[in-house]
């Protein structure tokens, strides 16, 4: 499916009012350095050293009339994360695994929830969103912040009828399954990857990132545009890869690949590049896993055959995260990444 761009194409531009990007990476991500690969360390931006510390890749030295980083706004946030999630199925099932992502969503008791689509198997209708998801992940409802995936929109009753009946003005704030919002330095956009050919969508993205004045930014939706796994890279997702990665953005999150993957900062045609953002593919958060397939270039890490949770850690100028399995242990954890 092709994407219609607006005409003319909008270049690249900085957003008026948005606090300068941090060019100096914060001293505690430089010790952290120290515990990292050298593939991870190439991820977050540091180079090698032949001495025992490790210091940042050399950075332009900020401009003596800005701030080396951006005036307090919130301090350390955590958040949950995971799609592909309520299969038909309940917590009196031992093999029910989104009863047990569920529990670790509880026990680590973030300040919201993000979701990225396929939130109920298989069609998405109201019916089997009371029946499944609200017995488990519906606990957090009131502070899920949830996208659509491609099973949302199989509903019989109508395209995204039960995932809009269900979640109602959390999903659709604006009367659009498309939004955003704030938290600290951060600004997070949710989008709708079964609508990428809408150019509604694509106008409000570009004029949301042109209103921002926060300096980190995060964006979720189901179809990656990068997998190692079944389904593999999806093209609908490049157009919107393009304008998040000309305006700096910095972290992206999907599903839609039942599994895990993290890859290092890329862009959109998925060369390794410090300016691009970082994809993390969270797939695992209850459906059936998929294998992986075909490892893509700039992939770090991947695992299926695991369900689990992504606890993301946020500062005003940093993120990073782990995988939380369903038995409350750690099967993964990222570099800490700066900004742009």
Known sequence: ??????????????????????????TVVALLAGLLTAADRADAGFSPSPSPSVTPAALPSPSPSLSASPS????????????????????SSSSCAHAKTAAQVQAINPEFVLTMGDNQY??????????????????????????AGNHESYDPAGFEAGY???????????????????????HFIALDSNLFDRTAQIDWLRADLAATTRGCVAAYWHHPLFSSGEHGDDPVSRPVWQILYDDGADLVLNGHDHH????????????????????????MGGAESYKIKNVRPNSRFRLSGTSGVVKLTFTDSTFSWQLIGTDGKVKDTSPTYACH
């Open 164 to 186: 809009k009946s269900y979640f109602g003005a959390i999903a659709f704030p604006n009367g659009k399954s498309w939004y955003s919002f704030d938290r600290g330095n951060w």
């Open 122 to 147: 298989d069609r998405g209708t109201i019916d089997d969103y009371r029946k499944y998801y609200d017995t488990t992940w519906g606990k957090f409802k009131n502070k899920t912040r949830p996208t």
């Open 1 to 26: 499916m092709s994407l219609p761009l607006p005409d003319p194409f909008s270049p690249p531009r900085s957003r008026a009012g948005r606090p300068a990007r941090l060019g100096v990476v914060p």
């Open 72 to 91: 307090p706004r919130g301090g350390t946030f955590t958040v949950v994360a995971a799609g592909d999630i309520a299969a038909q199925c309940t917590a």
């Open 260 to 283: 895990y993957e993290r890859f290092g900062p890329q862009n959109p045609s998925g060369k390794a590049d410090p300016n691009g953002p970082v994809e993390l593919l969270g797939g």
